[in-house]
């Protein structure tokens, strides 16, 4: 029975190594837990979220904190895998000391972390989900970006109005948040009078669209319309312009405003329409002092999801300072409560159902460079 | 779109078919299956990123780096996994290769990460337009270096010394040792270029589709061994005439089905071949 | 295997199996931390997929990489049917492990008379394609999204959805399917099946029916993972076909090989291992897949039977020497000896 030892053997030293992990009540501070993709397909957006919450708990504690107490962060890696982030859900209720959680990045992870964030009663703040049904899922659910039931009318208008677009062919990612995105472009798009003439799919992970392309061209769209991250969007714009098609015009959703676009898809994004509710160049000065002080701390410029993270944070920390406690359920009604929160995204007000509702404007990349459009 | 579908098709099938190529020599020669190509095929694909992006973005380099690395995968699997395991029923060095495979994916999902690397953009232009359907000049360039490859293998087998050597052990390994010939030998090399192969086309597959990534082995080893089956795995002609015909019909399938189903179509191609006609195509149809 | 030791341990079974039981059902009591009884409950879930995986390989000498999608076809089964259908666990259980048993049968038949290596592709191939499915069925299966809020278990009213009581439901489970094993593999059955693994000729000419066995073990090793795959579904609440791929087939294969092929106790060892070594050594979480695919090549290479194996499915096929370069008379003009 050796080997029964050895295993015993190992299951002490984990016990041993285990119990000094039990959580640190420190009643002089407010323990937050942030769950993004820091590794994996996302690692890029995850990154940016850890760095503007990182950068805002060091700004409200340098204020003094909040209720006289400092922030404290506990952060945690999904991958951008929604077993993770479930997984990463149950450590956090279980521990007594974490008042609420910000994130995750995709509303998939959000979607499946949701029954557990409901159950225990934490609140679940998350700055980019924008699937319709995420917030209205739980009543500890939020999400600041905007749905995409708002965002897509304004790139179907832009689609039948400036650019007086006929026909379009979609490629969505075929997760809950692009199912989302393009029935909502759909919607609006032949609303507006429109015709979506082909509609084609692909799975997270799939890096061949030469395929997927080709029967889209086949359609004869005017334009091209890509509901996926800006990862795959340049990928697939590399691979549209190896096949030779140049649509009219080429658009997608707000995920793709972001330099890391241009850095992977050069010279193949260049005219590519998308939308924002954030613009790093915007002259205003919060932003400006947003931005310095990320390229300062971090070498990089901060992108709409960074922003919005950032948002988030310092929402939680003024909905704490409302509720005048720590209490969840006192801190859930107070962010609930919302109204007109200035956020450098826009303002927050939440809906009824914990969604906000943003206004967004047009982007387009010239020169190898995103650019306001009037 | 048909044509263009085709012309797809044949650019991804002289992936598919260089794979299978891979795979049969190190059939041909041992009966068995070395499971880690797909992953020597990755570490080829990596090796190339990193001479493009450290060394020199040329891509023939690239295809050089890759070559390199893959011979030196295949050297070590063949010492590790057969040559170590000479008597030991072969089941055993296969599901060894099945740890290779795991841990080269791993190993490169530590040390690169698991996000997708990109090349540069070589060749993206189109060459020529025929009847709606474009080739661009880097279909032109991918079919055209696996033809070249294929050509080289037939001249290294059917005209030099070392080509006999192994077609002698792949014809009957008892005898060849009999005989004094140096079988390790053979076989150290036979498997090295299996695997500089499959890092070569590793290389090619990179710079097609744009996207390097540590799981790019598993689909591709996969359908390279389809490819294989599915031609005539104990064949090197069988093989290219797989790997041709597993291109096309996947991209043809992508047009006419769902997109989703598309690998679900190859991998029931290899489950029916499997069961009934394990030879392949080209193969005698006798019992494997 | 009649070494002393064996011998030893099977005189005091009865108080070694007494203090393990005690061992585990004090477990929650001395370890309150919820990751922790999390941890040893899906260690509890390996063990029991480790074994099932143990009849179709360690009995039966049939690799098959894919069960994995065993696995995940009940856990998918019995998501489906308490989350659409609203139907109870123990319902839902119990047939998500027929449904698996099933498909089971019906791939053991299609392909248990292939060699072994067309075996590995063909369960490989078909674990892909169980995957392909449930991404492409989205009315059944909610395709890529998964499916989420897979609810606890109630018994006589009373939710079980502590950590806590998912540890001593799970662990009960295992423990009556390692049980179950075990008395199978000394039944008429498990002979039957020692007899093919050791030598499938032989066992034939004595009346043996080998491919009715092969499909017999097959069968109730996917029947076991489907239950675990239910128990596993409702644990975690949410499930995704990407779980249940290649990784998780090559997860619990290494736990068969590493532990001990065709033994009882050697997939215990080999789940509890495998699932100890990252979270005893925190600081090897992130080489955790690097260090697993390490481990099966060394034990292939240097133990094939594994550490507690039993060594009928590896014995060396010809006299001659393992490692050739270190015997002199090997080296000596004859190629190496293959058979």
Known sequence: MRSSMIAFISAALATGGFSAWAAKADPNTIHIALTAPITGDYAEYGTNFKRSVEMGIDEINAAGGVLGKKLVLSVGDSKGDPKESVNLAEKWISDPTILAEIGDFTSSCCMASQPIYNRAGMIQLSPTASHTKFAPGSKWSFSIVGTQAYEQPVMAALATQKLKLKTVAVLYINNDWGADTQKFFHENFEKDGGKVVATESFFQGEKDFTAVLTKLRASNPDALYIATMFNDCATISQQREKLGWNPKAVLGPSSLYSPQLIKLGGDSVNGLYSNVSFFAKDPDKRIQAYVTGFQKLYNDTPNFHAALAYDSIHLLADAIKRAGSVDRDKVRDALAATKNYQGLTGAITFTPDRDAIKSYKIVKVVNGDFQLMQ | MFLQQLINGLAQGSLFALIAISFSLVWGLLKMVNFALGEVYMLGAYAGWLVVAHVSPNLGVALVAGFAAGWAGGWIIEKVAFKAMRGVPHIASLVCTIGFSFFLKETATWMFGAETKGMPAFYSRTACTIASANVSWLQVIMVAIAVVMMVALQVLFYRTRIGLAVRTVAMDYRTASLMGMKVDKVTSLAFSLSGALAGFVGVLAAVYYNAIYPSMGFVAGLKGFTAAVFGGITSIPGAILGGYLLGCIENLSVQFVASGYRDFITYSILILFLLFRPNGILGKKTKL | ?339
């Not at chain 3, 067309?118 to 490989?124: A, K, Q, S, W």
């Not at chain 3, 049980?179 to 059955?189: A, G």
């Not at chain 3, 033994?263 to 925190?282: C, D, H, K, M, V």
């Open chain 3, 1 to 339: 295997m009649q070494t002393s030791l064996a011998a030893w341990s099977r005189r005091f079974r009865l108080p070694i199996g007494l203090l393990v039981a005690a061992l585990l059902l004090a477990f929650p009591a001395l370890v309150s931390n919820e990751y922790l009884l999390r941890v040893a409950t899906m260690m509890a879930i390996y063990v029991v997929l480790a074994s099932s995986l143990n009849l179709i390989i360690g009995f039966t000498g049939m690799y098959s990489l894919g069960h994995g999608a065993f696995y995940g076809i009940g856990a998918y089964a019995s998501a489906i049917l308490a989350v659409t259908l609203g139907w109870s666990f123990w319902v839902t259980m119990p047939l998500a492990g027929l449904v698996t048993a099933l498909v089971g049968a019906f791939l053991g038949l299609a392909t248990l008379r292939l060699r072994q290596t067309f075996l590995v592709f063909g369960t490989l191939a078909f674990g892909e394609i169980v995957r392909i499915v449930i991404m492409n069925w989205p009315s059944l299966t909610r395709g890529p999204m998964g499916i989420p809020g897979i609810p606890n278990p109630t018994v006589m009213g009373v939710e079980l959805g502590s950590s806590r009581q998912w540890y001593y439901l799970i662990v009960v489970f295992s423990a009556l399917m390692v049980f179950l094993i075990q008395r199978l593999y000394h039944s008429r059955v498990g002979r039957a099946w020692v007899a093919i693994r050791e030598d499938e000729v032989a066992a034939a000419s004595m009346g043996v029916s080998v491919f009715g066995f092969k499909v017999l073990a097959f069968t109730i090793a996917c029947l076991i993972a489907g239950l675990t795959g239910a128990f596993y579904a409702h644990f975690v609440s949410f499930i995704s076909a990407d779980q249940f791929g290649m990784g998780e087939s090559f997860l619990i294969l290494t736990m068969v090989a590493l532990g001990g092929t065709g033994s009882i106790i050697g997939p215990i060892i080999g789940a509890i291992i495998l699932i100890l070594i990252p979270e005893a050594f925190r600081f090897l979480a992130e080489l955790r897949g690097v260090l697993y695919g390490a481990i099966l090549i060394f034990v292939i290479v240097t133990k094939p039977e594994g550490l507690a194996g039993v060594k009928g499915l590896f014995m060396p096929t010809t006299g001659a020497p393992r490692f050739p370069w270190f015997a002199r008379e090997a080296r000596a003009g004859k190629g190496g000896g293959a058979k």
